[in-house]
């Protein structure tokens, strides 16, 4: 299995600018994550998703952040208007939906820096 | 809700030194119990897990956790640590049972010096 996969790995945009992150979960798993990763703040989940549903998004930071999961294989970070203070790297994560395995597996994560 | 204190947030060894990393967690009941490694420049990476039984728990590359119930710990060990174990350690828990994420600590940042 090629594990979770995420792109962009870079992002360099100016404030203003729509950026979109993408993931692909494993294939199997039911749980898809997104995380956000700062020096200041450490591991931050933004949102989560279950099946496809989002779970809980209590997580986002504003109204600006929104996540879509239109299938099993794939969901989108979307941030519009980018702000400087968005800069970090984005995890995405997923794990099965087998009754107690919680092990989470990480994508390689997108570093967005904006200017 | 649950949370995870790791109270070092660098720490510096040389080489062959012993290493233990704090990692403290309030939650009432049974939980899980999870170490992730991040290498510079990669993604975080299971190290260890604690689900049941032995509370000492051994995992990849000579690390070891052992987990104390009345301590809410489950600190981080290795006995001889090496330049390449440089990178920086994610304590995490989650209730037995529950679909819910895992909840990490802030990290702690670990240099090896030769």
């Known amino acids: 299995d090629a594990g979770v996969i995420q792109s962009p790995r870079h992002e360099v945009t100016e404030m203003g600018q729509e950026v979109t992150l993408r993931c692909k979960p494993i294939?199997?798993?039911?749980?898809l994550f997104w995380y956000r990763q700062t020096m200041m703040r450490g591991l931050e989940l933004l949102i989560y998703f279950n099946n496809n549903v989002p779970i809980d998004d209590s997580g986002m930071p504003e109204d600006r952040f929104s996540a879509k999961m239109p299938n099993a294989s794939f969901s989108t970070l979307k941030i519009q208007p980018s702000e400087p203070r968005d800069s970090a790297v984005y995890f995405c994560?997923?794990?099965?939906?087998?009754?107690?395995?919680?092990?989470?597996?990480f994508g390689p994560g997108t570093r967005l820096t904006v200017l | 809700a649950q949370s995870v204190s790791q109270h070092n947030h660098h720490v510096i060894l040389s080489e062959a030194a012993s290493l233990e990393l704090g990692c403290n967690y309030s939650y009432g009941g049974t939980v899980n119990l999870f170490w992730y490694v991040q290498y510079p420049g990669q993604h975080l990476q299971l190290l260890l897990k604690?689900?049941?039984?032995?509370?000492l728990v051994k995992g990849i590359k000579g690390f070891e956790a052992e987990f104390i119930k009345s301590k809410f710990s489950f600190n981080l060990r290795k006995p001889s640590v090496q330049w390449s174990d440089t990178a920086e350690y994610f304590c995490?828990?989650?209730?037995?049972?529950?679909?819910?994420?895992?909840?990490f600590g802030k990290g702690t940042r670990l240099s090896v010096i030769a």
């Open positions: 994560a997923s794990r099965p939906g087998l009754a107690g395995v919680n092990e989470q597996f």
């Open positions: 604690y689900f049941s039984g032995d509370p």
């Open positions: 995490a828990v989650t209730p037995v049972g529950g679909n819910t994420p895992l909840v």
């Open positions: 294939s199997g798993h039911d749980y």
